[in-house]
């Protein structure tokens, strides 16, 4: 409805400079009760056709590689940076793989024990899968010392362990999952690194260690003391207000939660009025563009984490996942959909 109100509006003055095209004559001032006939109302709406398949005048997905960029830290604290590096290498199964930092948007970074952490690991893992009574005791206590670092090699090793194993393990596994928090992935042991593109690439970033410039001036950073780098439109702190949109949609949110992130509960569809390729134009249909995003799948229900922004200036279609986008020039505000959250609506 907001759209076919503004749209109206748009129709309207069109129409006017239509039938007045030009100085209009001294005896039709003030101007009459506008009269349109079908042959104008006609050329209207192929003019409005015509706008409406215009490229964008701006191209927003494009940025800067080295702007923007956030980095929450092992400790939770979170840091504005300046990566140095004008690429990152990911040794994967597939092999090595260089990404530029352009088309980089979020890396998650999967946990890193040190040698005697991962000595430790190897060795309460090989006594409690095929260890016997005190040794296999021992392990446990072990696993559970080492927390969530053994949580990746213990969630995999169920899956294999010989069948007297997987009591000890399933009770390792159940002890860590309390751990995990309530909006929290699992932890893993990879790296993720997700691109401009909607590609999600998995391996293990290397080196371990770069360097990024702080307020305070550069310095190395490890992958090992990192958990989440992200550019600035990305999602990086944990903790999500779930919203109700009400019949506006995310357009309504653009008065109460400008430049936040926000969680709202949507069903995937597979049709509805989107522009943009992420960001999404604020009046375009959530539910389709959470499945253009890849975030839901059609029919599936769950809680979308939304940035809610402010004009990018232009908006460029595209298709994916199934659902096409429209073109669009500047809106009124938009929204970039980031990813899914564990955390279920009360």
Known sequence: MLR????????????????FAGEPPAELQPLPKLVVTPEQARRVIELWKEQRKAPPQSKPDDKPADVGWEVRAADGQFHK???SEKELTLETKFGTVKVPMAEVK???????????QQKKLTDAMADLTGGTGRTREAAKDSLLELGLLAYPAVTRAIKTAPKD???HLTLVRDKLKRQIGEDDDPPADADVLLTADGSKLVGRLVPEAVRVKFATGEEAVTWADTRVLAFGDQLVEEKVEIVNVGQFGVYGLLQTHLDKVVG??????GQGS???SNPYTADSTLGAAAVHAGVLKVGETGVVKIRVKADVG???????????TGNWGPFQGCYEVIGKSKKKKK
């Open 314 to 324: 232009g908006y460029a279609g595209s298709t994916k996942n199934g659902v096409t």
């Open 81 to 83: 940076v300046t990566p």
């Open 264 to 269: 709202v509960e949507v069903t995937g569809v």
């Open 274 to 276: 989107v522009w943009g």
């Open 4 to 19: 076919h109100r503004m749209l109206a509006g748009a129709v309207l003055s069109w129409a006017v400079g239509l039938v």
């Open 106 to 116: 979020r890396v998650e970074f999967g946990l890193r024990p040190t040698a005697a």
């Open 165 to 167: 194993a997987l009591p």
